[in-house]
DNA sequence: CACAAAACATACTACATAGTATTTTATTAT
DNA sequence: ATAATAAAATACTATGTAGTATGTTTTGTG
């Protein structure tokens, strides 16, 4: 094979592994042994592409997480419709699109943000820049149902924003306690009150 | 001193170490070695009164972390006055007394639930035992606000108390990633709103 | 006071960990 | 083809880890 696309496909596949270990295992207890483990590799391979693991796990950071975040709540959001309905189902249809892997282990940013991000200041800013993009996907599609008498002009869409992500990381969080959904439907009820009530 | 008391000293202080230690440093990454060094104590010391790493945390959970959401998020809903007026208040005036320490570390809850609890039953249980408890404090308050006409009876009191739950947990994760205040300015603004519409 | 038991200390084992040094194998350029 | 370089493997170091085994010291009891 090229070694280009050899070299970019080792990196591609020790970024799957941790990611998903990451998100499995957490990202202290996963050592850098146990990911080339499971990518069938050695640990001389993995130093030849990686400086140590915080730049591996900023790689995933900024590569695996943003992309999946964006991908299941930020596109949707700039799709063409009535804002408040495009709203709604993006919490709520993204929420029930989780398979029971993705219950049991939670939000994968939500995971590294409460693991690690008080401890590497440099993890901290990556996953930073994910939640101010989400942030801003929302305040866009916020600002623009204010603009086509959607949505009550007199709310802070910031405020929104903050408050629909920060719930929806939430419970996130607490649904791991849980082996069935039914405080994802409490969730979802308690979501549906509050945009119900940013209506114009 | 007398045996008895000596040995419930003891495993308080290991008790205090280790929380702190968790708080600050996350479950996994604190090694009873660590604990130990900060109790001035010696392994054979926590090997007596503990039986392993896994029975302190669930001591530090069931003890240390019940008690201080009890006493910041559940005992004030029992006072009384204004059912609105104290789920608004207890929600903020918690946040704003959180010290730069706090903040930066975020909720000792929130990070175990995120960090170990999708990796052993036992600590899913003990956490999802707080969460329950919490959520009937919530409950009860805003039930009490119906009955007296202060809260919208057509709303769901569990709906309500998991989404507020929710967003709180969230939103002590998501300042970790900052080092001012801004987001828990908007946090509090999105609650308001919310708060202002659940009004009977 | 003796001796039993609890509280704690010391010394250890076996294994996991991040990272390095060195070697082997595959690819590329001349 | 061969020399150079990249990709990956192997072998290693130094340190951290949970837990154990066995001591020593302190406290309680007949």
Not at 75 to 88: Q, S
Not at 101 to 125: F, T, V
Request: aromatic share 10%.
């Amino acid at each position: 094979m090229e070694q280009r696309q050899k070299s970019e496909l080792t990196k591609q596949l020790i970024l799957n592994e941790s990611f998903k270990l990451f998100y499995e295992n957490g990202f202290k207890t996963t050592s850098v042994d146990k990911i080339m483990k499971a990518t069938k590799l050695t640990k001389g391979a993995f130093y030849h592409h990686y400086k140590n693991k915080k730049e591996l796990g900023l790689a995933v950071i900024s590569l695996k997480l943003q992309k999946r975040i964006y991908e299941g709540m930020m596109a949707p959001l700039y799709e063409p419709g009535d804002a408040l309905v495009i709203l709604k189902t993006t919490f709520i249809d993204r929420l029930k699109s989780f398979s029971v892997h993705e219950k049991k282990h939670g939000c994968p940013m939500n995971n590294l943000i409460n693991e690690i991000s008080d401890y590497e200041i440099a993890y901290q800013i990556a996953l930073k820049r994910i939640i101010e993009e989400w942030q801003s996907a929302l305040i866009y599609l916020i600002d623009r149902g204010k603009s086509e008498n959607v949505i009550n002009k007199s709310i802070s869409s910031k405020a929104v924003a903050v408050y629909l992500i920060s719930a929806f990381e939430g419970i996130r969080g607490i649904r791991k306690l849980y082996d069935n959904d039914f405080i994802l439907e409490e969730y979802i009820s308690g979501l549906s009150l509050y945009l119900n009530q940013i209506k114009s």
